[in-house]
């Protein structure tokens, strides 16, 4: 489903991803995981298209297409989606208004008929029973006023509407409560399918307690050092970071 | 026939002496007197300048060298399906019009004022109530220091009267609509509005100047509005003029004891517009609204001079401003808040946002506190920026194209000044003014002009 290769990105003129590799097929659940400033939210950023960041060196292909040459909606209209590590508060615009007009424009992209207003209402409430969120969220304004935790619900209840294929959730876990996290990751295990796949990234193990990973990447300083199975994760946990980074370091230097 | 008055020969006291001998009110001695009056004021002041502090933003040069010319009893010809464009779909309204200043009963429609309610045009009150108009007009509406309102006290011409006795609640709003009509010379006129709300009165008022032709004229507007204790106005100044045209207004507002007002200005049109508002929370308990929306291209230039005077204790105003500007466009937003020494618990809150759509157009916003109680609370904010690119990319990340994130975020912008205004009807036709300026603006009208 996703591939990409080589991939080399600058962020203000600094390299951050320094030549990334990463396969993804339809069903996985990839868990990206490293040290703060390793590179892992300027990958969920260049997935989604954020113009600020500077592809210099490699590839990316999605479904067959070179995601690089899509704009950030033509990308959500091709199936992807991102749960933002900070999402965006928008002032004057109902949550229900922009999850609507989102819809219908990826229904249009993909030659589909917009859904009406009922059948909109329907869907919108159904997801919200999912995420237990309060019926006023959707008449609010964008995350206007959110707490840290309905924000977050927020992006999982978007991702329940929009249906993407292959959804990045980037530091989603970061700042919840138990509980919270409990319905964050029901919300993604629902959406779990053998034509869907997830990268999600996260600094914690915690979040794999409930989301369990087919694979877990360990990124250092803008490459992949190791990957492996769940396990990986419990390790990491144990030993922290800095025995990757280590072991990284004698690899450049042999 | 008209009268030709300008500044550099002295053509005001002159023109003055001409539109003097039939002015509304001549032969009411203490009317004459209080013209005689503003003309005085007005050549000892003359038009400010950027020397004054008040207008050190906003240059009326281009008002001051030009020649206007006041039209007399010369009604032009305006047909009524005209009017369409200038009413509030499925709403019920007693309308006043004047056209080029004078009062047009053929277009007016006075059939739905109530029992007790006096809705007629200032020139007509002049003949029949004027012991009521005496009372008020020029009560409040100081013109010591403002040029401009000392030019209308001179020149006034004619208006809506508007007088609301006590207990009176009505939904209807009233419609004062001003029509400038197609001229081949710049014409001035000086609409003077007196609006007076008993105690426990409810009341719309909306006040709408339009024009039917891009030429050069002048609204030199006054308007009093007195409201009583314990009632509430909606008031509304709608300004959609010809891009060539001078627009000064003031309204002054006197509030009695827990009264609540809600003024709302919505300005779109105009090559210099000056937007005066000023209440005065004269008693204690009183509520105030003042929100607006001003939206400028091409060479506009929109001053908003708020003065917000807090006389009494227990008082509470916000002041809620949004400006976007396109072009090379220019705004002011000047907010003073005045609390007198007496007005102790006032909560007196100020916001002026910003957006701007080009690197050419420029806002210049000015918060003035002047404070003499000790236990009050007065906030004020500013921000003055491009669209939000975050909240542009969030919108794009979940599928929403660029232009439609960009119109979606104007939208919310423009309405979340609009959402205040009660009355549905009135709400729905300014939004459909903002779309339409919006469509306008990408359709790529030009809407250059350059009245200097």
Same mark, same amino acid.
């Given at each position: 489903?996703?591939?990409?290769?080589?991939?080399?990105?600058?962020?203000?003129?600094?390299?951050?991803?320094?030549?990334?590799?990463?396969?993804?097929?339809?069903? #996985?659940?990839?868990?990206?995981?490293?040290?703060? /400033?390793?590179?892992?939210?300027?990958?969920?950023?260049?997935?989604?298209?954020? &113009?600020?960041?500077?592809?210099?060196?490699?590839?990316?292909?999605?479904?067959?297409?070179?995601?690089?040459?899509?704009?950030? #909606?033509?990308?959500?209209?091709?199936?992807?989606?991102?749960?933002?590590?900070?999402?965006? #508060?928008?002032?004057? $615009?109902?949550?229900?208004?922009?999850?609507?007009?989102?819809?219908?424009?990826?229904?249009?992209?993909?030659?589909?008929?917009?859904?009406?207003?009922? *059948?909109?209402?329907?869907?919108?409430?159904?997801?919200?029973?999912?995420?237990?969120?309060?019926?006023?969220?959707?008449?609010?304004?964008?995350?206007?006023?959110?707490?840290?935790? #309905?924000?977050?619900?927020?992006?999982?209840?978007?991702?329940?509407?929009?249906?993407?294929?292959?959804?990045?959730?980037?530091?989603?876990?970061?700042?919840?409560?138990?509980?919270?996290?409990?319905? $964050?990751?029901? /919300?993604?295990?629902?959406?779990?399918?053998?034509?869907?796949?997830?990268?999600?990234?996260?600094?914690?193990?915690?979040?794999?307690?409930?989301? $369990?990973?087919?694979?877990?990447?360990?990124?250092?300083?803008?490459?992949?050092?190791?990957?492996?199975?769940? *396990?990986? &994760?419990?390790?990491?946990?144990?030993?922290?970071?800095?025995?990757?980074?280590?072991?990284?370091?004698? &690899?450049?230097?042999? | 026939?008209?009268?030709?008055?300008?500044?550099?020969?002295?053509?005001?006291?002159?023109?003055?002496?001409?539109?003097?001998?039939?002015?509304?009110?001549?032969?009411?001695?203490?009317?004459?007197?209080?013209?005689?009056?503003?003309?005085?004021?007005?050549?000892?002041?003359?038009?400010?300048?950027?020397?004054?502090?008040?207008?050190?933003?906003?240059?009326?040069?281009?008002?001051?060298?030009?020649?206007?010319?006041?039209?007399?009893?010369?009604?032009?010809?305006?047909?009524?399906?005209?009017?369409?464009?200038?009413?509030?779909?499925?709403?019920?309204?007693?309308?006043?019009?004047?056209?080029?200043?004078?009062?047009?009963?053929?277009?007016?429609?006075?059939?739905?004022?109530?029992?007790?309610?006096?809705?007629?045009?200032?020139?007509?009150?002049?003949?029949?109530?004027?012991?009521?108009?005496?009372?008020?007009?020029?009560?409040?509406?100081?013109?010591?220091?403002?040029?401009?309102?000392?030019?209308?006290?001179?020149?006034?011409?004619?208006?809506?009267?508007?007088?609301?006795?006590?207990?009176?609640?009505?939904?209807?709003?009233?419609?004062?609509?001003?029509?400038?009509?197609?001229?081949?010379?710049?014409?001035?006129?000086?609409?003077?509005?007196?609006?007076?709300?008993?105690?426990?009165?409810?009341?719309?008022?909306?006040? !709408?100047?339009?024009?039917?032709?891009?030429?050069?004229?002048?609204?030199?507007?006054?308007?009093?509005?007195?409201?009583?204790?314990?009632?509430?106005?909606?008031?509304?100044?709608? %300004?959609?003029?010809?891009?060539?045209?001078?627009?000064?207004?003031?309204?002054?507002?006197?509030?009695?004891?827990?009264?609540?007002?809600?003024?709302?200005?919505?300005?779109?049109?105009?090559?210099?517009?000056?937007?005066?508002? !000023?209440?005065?929370?004269?008693?204690?308990?009183?509520?105030?609204?003042?929100?607006?929306?001003?939206?400028?291209?091409?060479?506009?230039?929109?001053?908003?001079?708020?003065?917000?005077?807090?006389?009494?204790?227990?008082?509470?105003?916000?002041?809620?401003?949004?400006?976007?500007?396109?072009?090379?466009?220019?705004?002011?937003?000047?907010?003073?808040?005045?609390?007198?020494?007496?007005?102790?618990?006032?909560?007196?809150?100020?916001?002026?946002?910003?957006?701007?759509?080009?690197?050419?157009?420029?806002?210049?916003?000015?918060?003035?506190?002047?404070?003499?109680?000790?236990?009050?609370?007065?906030? !004020?904010?500013?921000?003055?920026?491009?669209?939000? %690119?975050?909240?542009?990319?969030?919108?794009?990340?979940?599928?929403?194209?660029?232009?439609?994130?960009?119109?979606?975020?104007?939208?919310?912008?423009?309405?979340?000044?609009?959402?205040?205004?009660?009355?549905?009807?009135?709400?729905?036709?300014?939004?459909?003014?903002?779309?339409?300026?919006?469509?306008?603006?990408?359709?790529?009208?030009?809407?250059?002009?350059?009245?200097?």
């Amino acid at each position: 489903m996703l591939e990409i290769r080589n991939l080399h990105v600058n962020v203000a003129d600094q390299e951050i991803i320094k030549g990334l590799n990463l396969k993804v097929n339809a069903g #996985e659940v990839h868990s990206i995981m490293g040290p703060n /400033g390793s590179g892992k939210s300027t990958l969920a950023q260049v997935l989604a298209g954020r &113009a600020s960041y500077e592809v210099t060196e490699g590839e990316i292909i999605f479904e067959g297409k070179d995601l690089l040459e899509l704009a950030p #909606e033509e990308r959500a209209c091709e199936g992807i989606f991102m749960a933002f590590q900070y999402p965006v #508060e928008i002032p004057g $615009v109902a949550n229900t208004y922009l999850l609507r007009e989102a819809l219908n424009s990826i229904r249009k992209y993909r030659g589909l008929e917009p859904l009406k207003h009922v *059948e909109f209402a329907r869907l919108a409430k159904e997801k919200m029973g999912i995420m237990g969120m309060a019926d006023n969220l959707l008449k609010r304004s964008v995350n206007e006023g959110f707490s840290g935790g #309905e924000k977050k619900k927020n992006e999982i209840f978007q991702m329940q509407i929009l249906e993407p294929k292959l959804a990045i959730l980037d530091e989603t876990d970061s700042g919840l409560d138990i509980d919270a996290l409990k319905v $964050v990751a029901d /919300g993604v295990n629902a959406l779990r399918s053998p034509e869907r796949a997830f990268i999600v990234i996260t600094h914690y193990q915690r979040l794999l307690d409930f989301i $369990v990973p087919d694979f877990v990447h360990v990124l250092v300083d803008g490459r992949i050092m190791k990957s492996g199975g769940k *396990e990986l &994760a419990f390790e990491l946990e144990d030993r922290g970071y800095g025995w990757v980074e280590e072991e990284a370091r004698k &690899a450049v230097s042999n | 026939m008209g009268i030709s008055f300008s500044k550099e020969d002295d053509g005001y006291s002159k023109g003055f002496e001409e539109f003097r001998k039939d002015a509304p009110g001549n032969g009411i001695p203490w009317m004459e007197s209080l013209r005689e009056e503003g003309i005085r004021k007005f050549a000892e002041l003359g038009f400010p300048t950027p020397e004054n502090e008040d207008w050190r933003f906003t240059n009326v040069a281009p008002i001051a060298r030009t020649t206007f010319t006041i039209e007399k009893n010369g009604h032009k010809q305006v047909a009524p399906e005209v009017l369409n464009r200038f009413i509030f779909p499925k709403l019920k309204t007693i309308r006043l019009v004047f056209i080029d200043g004078s009062y047009t009963p053929g277009l007016s429609d006075l059939s739905d004022v109530p029992e007790g309610v006096k809705v007629l045009s200032l020139a007509s009150a002049l003949d029949s109530e004027e012991g009521l108009v005496k009372k008020y007009l020029s009560k409040y509406a100081d013109f010591s220091e403002e040029a401009f309102t000392a030019l209308n006290t001179a020149f006034m011409q004619d208006g809506g009267f508007v007088y609301i006795p006590r207990g009176t609640r009505f939904r209807e709003p009233v419609h004062l609509l001003y029509i400038t009509g197609k001229s081949d010379r710049a014409t001035i006129t000086n609409p003077r509005n007196l609006i007076v709300v008993e105690d426990n009165c409810e009341a719309e008022v909306v006040e !709408h100047y339009v024009s039917l032709d891009e030429g050069v004229y002048f609204s030199n507007v006054v308007t009093e509005l007195v409201v009583g204790e314990n009632s509430s106005v909606g008031h509304y100044m709608i %300004e959609c003029e010809s891009m060539k045209a001078f627009n000064v207004s003031t309204l002054r507002v006197e509030q009695g004891r827990s009264s609540n007002i809600r003024s709302h200005s919505v300005l779109l049109g105009g090559a210099i517009v000056r937007n005066n508002v !000023h209440p005065v929370l004269a008693g204690e308990g009183c509520d105030s609204l003042i929100n607006g929306l001003f939206m400028s291209t091409g060479r506009q230039h929109m001053d908003n001079y708020m003065k917000v005077e807090h006389a009494s204790p227990h008082c509470d105003s916000r002041q809620f401003y949004n400006g976007v500007l396109d072009g090379r466009s220019r705004g002011v937003f000047h907010g003073r808040i005045i609390v007198h020494k007496d007005a102790q618990k006032t909560d007196a809150k100020q916001t002026n946002r910003n957006l701007l759509l080009s690197d050419n157009a420029q806002i210049d916003t000015k918060p003035q506190l002047e404070i003499y109680a000790d236990d009050v609370k007065c906030t !004020h904010g500013a921000t003055i920026g491009q669209m939000d %690119e975050n909240a542009i990319f969030y919108l794009r990340s979940r599928g929403i194209n660029e232009d439609a994130a960009r119109e979606i975020l104007l939208g919310a912008f423009t309405s979340g000044t609009l959402e205040s205004i009660q009355v549905e009807e009135i709400r729905n036709y300014c939004e459909s003014l903002v779309a339409e300026w919006f469509a306008r603006r990408k359709g790529g009208t030009e809407l250059d002009n350059d009245p200097r």
